[in-house]
């Protein structure tokens, strides 16, 4: 939400932040209204956005200590080294991706001393570029050729379409959205775009 309303401007987004923290636990503490509306991005301080948060009846009672308590756990997410920590907007979830593709290439039970460096960059590639391009780039930098329109080259289309397939994951989560499968289908084709124009140039 920070990086949207100042336009990922790290330096503006820590200016903010101590004062986002503290019209949080004013909030919290059931006082909506001015802290809001002046420093919170979530609240507009008329006391409506406070039920999509906590029951409209409870009200926190909060010491002193609680406050300070509260702040100290928003500076895991809020303090400017954690910003800078998180300023690629990355998540947990893709290095964990990464790290399962690495296993993938290099598995914990052998030991690959010569190409363990190959096959990770190997890897990186082809997550960076998708199968086809990945393959076509390791084989232009040996200086082996392919002809178009070969059975090779039928066969790397053949296995990047399979690659791109959207999995049983992609169609369930949009239908919790309510989006209809077809239009799921378009929308993680459309996230491969890059890679189908690379590939075309590619293939010229």
């Known amino acids: 939400m920070a990086h949207k309303f100042y336009n990922g401007d790290l330096n503006k987004i820590k200016q903010s932040m101590p004062k986002v923290a503290d019209a949080i636990v004013a909030c919290f503490g059931g006082y909506c209204g001015e802290p809001c509306k002046a420093s ?19 009200k926190l009672r ?3 200590g609680d406050k300070v308590l509260l702040l100290k756990s928003m500076d895991i997410m809020l303090s400017p080294i954690a910003l800078d920590k998180t300023k690629l907007l990355t998540s947990t979830q893709k290095c964990e991706a990464v790290n399962r593709s690495y296993q993938a290439v290099n598995p914990k039970i052998i ?5 363990f460096a190959g096959r990770i960059h190997g890897k990186v590639l082809k997550l960076n570029n998708g199968y086809a391009v990945s393959v076509l780039l390791k084989t232009k930098s040996l200086g082996a050729t392919l002809t ?8 790397i289309r053949k296995t990047d379409a399979i690659s791109k397939k959207p999995n ?14 077809d239009s799921a289908v378009t929308i993680y084709m459309n996230a491969c775009i890059t890679i189908k124009v690379s590939l075309t140039l590619y293939m010229l």
Not at 111 to 115: A, I, S
Not at 148 to 155: A, E, P
């Open 40 to 58: 919170s991005l979530v609240c507009c301080g008329n006391y409506r956005q406070a039920k999509n948060y906590m029951p409209m009846t409870v």
């Open 62 to 64: 909060m010491t002193e």
């Open 111 to 115: 030991t690959n001393p010569r190409n």
């Open 148 to 155: 178009k329109g070969s059975s090779v080259i039928r066969q």
């Open 168 to 181: 049983n994951d992609v169609i369930q989560n949009a239908k919790l959205l309510g989006m209809r499968h």
